[in-house]
């Protein structure tokens, strides 16, 4: 069993950033693809970005614009979602997420976090 923690949310203007962490316990994380997924109230929860167990390939959903960026630190047993240039429409409940595979993230995750919650004013 794999559990995740994830941090560093909290209210921002309107252009603001964070960065979001997802701490892993265990001693495979490597071997787990993560994502990141958020959720606002009253829709579906909608993924964000993905990265491989070495952290070579990473993917996007469209709705980041460029904006945001994934990373980890296997060393660290963490996975950290930088988001720059925040707008009201990322306010949510961002939710980290372990798969096998990368390709798996989006569909299949094994394992989610208890979601951190981002605030973005006007």
């Known amino acids: 069993q794999v559990q995740l923690v994830e941090s560093g949310g909290g209210s921002v203007q309107a252009g603001g950033s964070l960065r979001l962490s997802c701490a892993a316990s265990?001693?495979?994380?490597?071997?787990?693809?993560m994502g990141w997924f958020r959720q606002a109230p009253g829709k579906e929860r909608e993924f964000v970005a993905a990265i491989s167990g070495s952290g070579g390939n990473t993917y996007y959903a469209d709705s980041t614009k460029g904006r945001f960026t994934i990373s980890r630190d296997n060393a660290k047993n963490t996975v950290y979602l930088q988001m720059n240039s925040l707008k009201p429409e990322d306010t949510a409940v961002y939710y980290c997420?372990?798969?096998?595979?990368?390709?798996?993230?989006?569909?299949?995750?094994?394992?989610w976090g208890q979601g951190t919650q981002v605030t973005v004013s006007s």
């Open positions: 265990g001693r495979t994380f490597s071997m787990y693809a």
């Open positions: 997420a372990a798969a096998a595979d990368i390709i798996l993230v989006s569909a299949r995750p094994l394992y």
